[in-house]
C-alpha cells in the first residue's frame, strides 16, 4: 500500500486483508509495538518518529523481515507503510526472490489539502490504539474513547509542524516508489477521496 501520510492507506489495508483473508501489517504499527515494549529498536524508532522523520531502512527492514518470516505460508499477505524508500523496495524485492516478488503495489492518490484535514483532526487512544477523528468519526464524549473509557491523545506526528515535514519527506524519499513500480508493471492507482466503501470498492477492483 501506497500513498502519501493521512491517505487512509491502514484503514483500507485491514478491509483488504479481511476480505482476502491474509496477515496485513503496517511500519507505524510494528515501531509501536516494539516502542510499548521497550525494545531497543523501539527506542530508536521513536527518536525519529516524534520529529516526523523517517526511521532508517537498516531499522526498518529488520523488523519487517522479521514479520514476513514469521507469517509465510498462510497465502500472501498485506504491507502497510513498508516500502517507504526505494532502498527498501529492492530489499524487499531481494528477500522475496525465491517466491516471485510482490504482486502489486496499490497507490492511493490524495489530494494534499485534503490530507492536512484528515491528519489535523485525527486522535487515538493511548491504552486500546482505537483511531477517531474530530469530524469523521468522532468519539461519543469529548475526547474519550468509546471502547475502554481512556483519554484520547494526538500523536506527536500529526501535529503541524510534524505533518508539514511528512509531507517533505515523503515527496523525497517516498513519491519516487510511484515510478518504481509503475516500471516494474505492479503499480495500481486507486482515487483515495470519497468514503471508506466506495474506496474500498475501488481497491479491490484493481486488486483484482
Known amino acids: 500500500m501506497l500513498g502519501p501520510p493521512g491517505a487512509g492507506k491502514g484503514t483500507q489495508a485491514t478491509l483488504i486483508a479481511?476480505?482476502?483473508k491474509i496477515p496485513q501489517i503496517s511500519s507505524g504499527d510494528l515501531f509501536r509495538d516494539?516502542?510499548?515494549r521497550d525494545t531497543e529498536l523501539g527506542r530508536l524508532a521513536r527518536s525519529y518518529m516524534k520529529d516526523?522523520?523517517?526511521v532508517p531502512d537498516k531499522v526498518t527492514i529488520t523488523m519487517v523481515m522479521d514479520w514476513i518470516e514469521q507469517n509465510t505460508g498462510v497465502g500472501g499477505f498485506l504491507l502497510d507503510g513498508f516500502p517507504r524508500t526505494i532502498a527498501q523496495a529492492k530489499a524487499l524485492d531481494?528477500?522475496?526472490a525465491d517466491s516471485g516478488g510482490i504482486d502489486l503495489a496499490i497507490y492511493v492518490n490524495v489530494p494534499e489539502t485534503e490530507l492536512v484535514h484528515r491528519l489535523s483532526g485525527r486522535l487515538v487512544c493511548s491504552k486500546c490504539k482505537t483511531q477517531y477523528h474530530t469530524d469523521f468519526a468522532p468519539p461519543s464524549e469529548p475526547c474519550i474513547c468509546d471502547k475502554c473509557i481512556t483519554e484520547l491523545n494526538q500523536r506527536d506526528d500529526d501535529k503541524p509542524e510534524a505533518i508539514?515535514?511528512?509531507f517533505q519527506v515523503y515527496q523525497e524519499e517516498t513519491a519516487p516508489l510511484i515510478d518504481y513500480y509503475q516500471v516494474l508493471g505492479?503499480?495500481?492507482e486507486v482515487n483515495g477521496v470519497g468514503s471508506i466503501e466506495k474506496i474500498g470498492e475501488r481497491m479491490l477492483k484493481a486488486l483484482h
Do not use: F, M, S, T
Request: aromatic residues 0%; glycine residues 6%; proline residues 0%.
Open 18 to 20: 479481511e476480505n482476502l
Open 34 to 36: 516494539h516502542q510499548d
Open 52 to 54: 516526523g522523520v523517517l
Open 94 to 96: 531481494q528477500a522475496l
Open 164 to 166: 508539514k515535514k511528512r
Open 186 to 188: 505492479r503499480l495500481r
